[in-house]
Every structure is written in C-alpha cells, then in structure tokens.
T-cell receptor, first 111, second 115 residues
Framework: AQRVTQPEKLLSVFKGAPVELKCNYS??????LFWYVQYSRQRLQLLLR??SRESIKGFTADLNKGETSFHLKKPFAQEEDSAMYYC?????????????FGQGTILTVHP | DAGVIQSPRHEVTEMGQEVTLRCKPI?????LFWYRQTMMRGLELLIY????????DSGMPEDRFSAKMPNASFSTLKIQPSEPRDSAVYFC???FGGGSVYEQYFGPGTRLTVT
C-alpha cells in the first residue's frame, strides 16, 4: 500500500538553527515527491519537487531511494519559515496527478 | 486569476443537516481534488475528478458524502446528513494534467463546524 510518514507532528527550532523535516514513503515504482507548505492565513502551496533539484527559500530535499526518504532541510531557519509542511508523493502512470499527503509537520521557528 | 475559489469559507450547521461545499477550479485545469484536513489525520484525499469524471472516490468516508462535477468550472461536495465528526477544513485543489509537473493549486478552504 502507498504510504507516507512524517514522524514529527510538531518541530520547534530557534532562528538560525538547522532544521530537518522528515518524510518516509512506501510506494511501488518510482514516485515523484513534493513538499507543500501552508503559511498562516495563506493557501497550501507547492514548495519544491524532487525532479527539479531546486532550492526554494533556502530549503532543499534529497530523494534517498535506498532509505525511501525525502527529508526537507534548511541550514539556517528563519522565523518566516514557521508553517505547516506536507510531504506528498505522486505515483506514476495514470494517476492524473493524485498526491498522497503525509500528516504534516508544524514547524515553529522561535526568535 | 483569482485561483481556486471555494464557498462558503465558514459553515456552521447542526447535526443532521445537509451541507454543500462549492468549488470553482482554475480555468483550463482538468483535474479537481477534494481534501479534508484535521489535526488527527492531516490532509486526506476524498475524491478526485479528471475531465469532470470521478476517477477515485475511495477516500470518501461514507455514503453520507457525495461529490459532483457537472462541468469543468464547478464542483460540489455534499454531506447529508452531517455529523459532528465531519467538522474539519475542506480543501479543493485543481491541476492541469500535463507533463510531469502536476502542481496542485489549492483553494482557501471551507471550515465546517457541525454542532
């Protein structure tokens, strides 16, 4: 069965500290992986996707197929990073873009 | 473009009443998704449509839930009868199914409270 796990519901760090939001998945085939973010009073939106190998707002995420993980990392957290983060794999084939979201991690960055 | 539009933004109703949530996807998008967000379960996919056709409704919790997409610019999610455990934020999202992008654009959500 397709499954995605974000083990931490809440994560607190201080400004300037490194942050890592964990995501593990169990998927057949080769899924594509995404991170979505929901800032306070804003819509849920795409943060980054693994196929782009991009860094957005200082965040990066490396797909580790051996460990089936897609952890989101940032070396120096900022207060504006406080938000809800969702890891979301997408199966290939005729899934029409269906995403399976994890339970989410609420990140709080303290000043 | 106003993005995905949902109405109402807030709904408070009594147990047993019918609730209808509405969604207007982004023009040109051909996939539409309904999600439910709760603290306990996170973001759950309820149902999704492609070209107005329901593709997967396995996430719909019970027969009390139904969804329709009569045309490319409108979808509804109905709960009848509503129960207190249906209280949640319901999101609609749309995407254009082309290439490998499949970015989903979310609406602002409808916060449903069933008393």
């Amino acid at each position: 069965a397709q499954r995605v796990t974000q083990p931490e519901k809440l994560l607190s760090v201080f400004k300037g500290a490194p942050v890592e939001l964990k995501c593990n998945y169990s998927y057949s085939g080769s899924p594509e992986l995404f991170w979505y973010v929901q800032y306070s009073r804003q819509r849920l939106q795409l943060l980054l996707r693994h196929i782009s190998r991009e860094s957005i707002k200082g965040f990066t995420a490396d797909l580790n197929k051996g460990e089936t993980s897609f952890h989101l990392k940032k070396p120096f957290a900022q207060e504006e990073d406080s938000a809800m983060y969702y890891c979301a794999p997408r199966a290939g084939g005729t899934s029409y873009g269906k995403l399976t979201f994890g339970q989410g991690t609420i990140l709080t960055v303290h000043p | 473009d106003a993005g995905v539009i949902q109405s109402p933004r807030h709904e408070v109703t009594e147990m047993g009443q019918e609730v209808t949530l509405r969604c207007k996807p982004i023009s040109g998008h051909n996939s539409l998704f309904w999600y439910r967000q709760t603290m306990m379960r996170g973001l759950e996919l309820l149902i999704y449509f492609n070209n107005n056709v329901p593709i997967d409704d396995s996430g719909m919790p019970e027969d009390r839930f139904s969804a329709k997409m009569p045309n490319a610019s409108f979808s509804t999610l109905k709960i009848q009868p509503s129960e207190p455990r249906d209280s949640a934020v319901y999101f609609c999202a749309s995407s254009f199914g082309g290439g490998s992008v499949y970015e989903q654009y979310f609406g602002p959500g409808t916060r449903l409270t069933v008393t």
